[in-house]
């Protein structure tokens, strides 16, 4: 839900385009991006990117836009027998499942998800790129058993802006694959489900752990 908020929305193709041309590999990736953020070191996220200067402490409150989410390029190639429709269906389950964890995470941590801007709120803009379903259940009548030792993987594109002026403050790059399992199991939406949310429980805890330094609720 973007009630509220007044910052353009950006496909998630347009933005991986804008941040991750330059990332093809390390040597690559940009110590200034375009937009001015320079990059800090973080043992949390693979990549990151701070406006300098940028002070977070004011911030008590979090605006959370649609996460928007895109397949791995060809990804459809490997899996024919899905269709459009399942392909949107999963897109919309996993933003649906990206605000329900951040919500309640964020909330848990003390920091209240609001939909209208105010000087105290943080306003993220989330991107879920490149997801890579291994074995998807499109649940129709004659589809055969999956079987995998890890249900995927995705990357996060997180930025966040100060919700009055919407000025950008800082960008994240993470990219994570589902717990591997060992044997082989039985996949099916709801074990899909339950990965993805793992993974999303994993990143909103990094952002709730962060916010909390930086208001002083825990140590650096």
């Known amino acids: 839900m973007i009630a509220g908020f007044g910052l353009r929305r950006i496909s998630a193709a347009a933005l991986v385009a804008a941040l991750c041309a330059a990332c093809a590999t390390e040597s690559r990736v940009p110590d200034v991006t375009h937009d001015g953020l320079e990059r800090v070191a973080s043992s949390r996220v693979a990549l990151a990117w701070v406006k300098p200067d940028a002070d977070f402490s004011p911030y008590t409150h979090v605006g959370l836009l649609d996460c928007e989410v895109a397949f791995r390029r060809n990804w459809r190639m490997n899996h024919p027998d899905v269709r459009t429709r399942d392909m949107e269906r999963i897109k919309a389950d996993l933003a649906n499942e990206f605000r329900s964890v951040f919500?309640?995470?964020?909330?848990?941590?003390?920091?209240?998800?609001?939909?209208?801007?105010?000087?105290?709120?943080?306003?993220?803009?989330?991107?879920?790129?490149?997801?890579?379903?291994?074995?998807?259940?499109?649940?129709?009548?004659?589809?055969?058993?999956?079987?995998?030792?890890?249900?995927?993987?995705?990357?996060?594109?997180?930025?966040?802006?100060?919700?009055?002026?919407?000025?950008?403050?800082?960008?994240?790059?993470?990219?994570?694959?589902?717990?591997?399992?060992?044997?082989?199991?039985?996949?099916t939406r709801g074990t899909n489900r339950d990965a993805a949310r793992r993974i999303l429980r994993q990143w909103a805890n990094i952002l709730v752990a962060k916010l909390e330094e930086v208001q002083g609720k825990r140590g650096g």
């Open 103 to 187: 919500t309640e995470e964020l909330e848990n941590g003390g920091f209240p998800v609001v939909d209208a801007p105010d000087e105290h709120v943080l306003l993220i803009r989330p991107a879920i790129i490149d997801l890579d379903i291994a074995a998807p259940d499109t649940m129709s009548a004659g589809r055969s058993d999956s079987f995998t030792t890890s249900p995927g993987k995705m990357t996060l594109v997180i930025e966040f802006y100060d919700s009055v002026s919407n000025e950008i403050l800082a960008r994240a790059i993470d990219r994570r694959t589902a717990r591997n399992v060992g044997n082989l199991r039985w996949t």
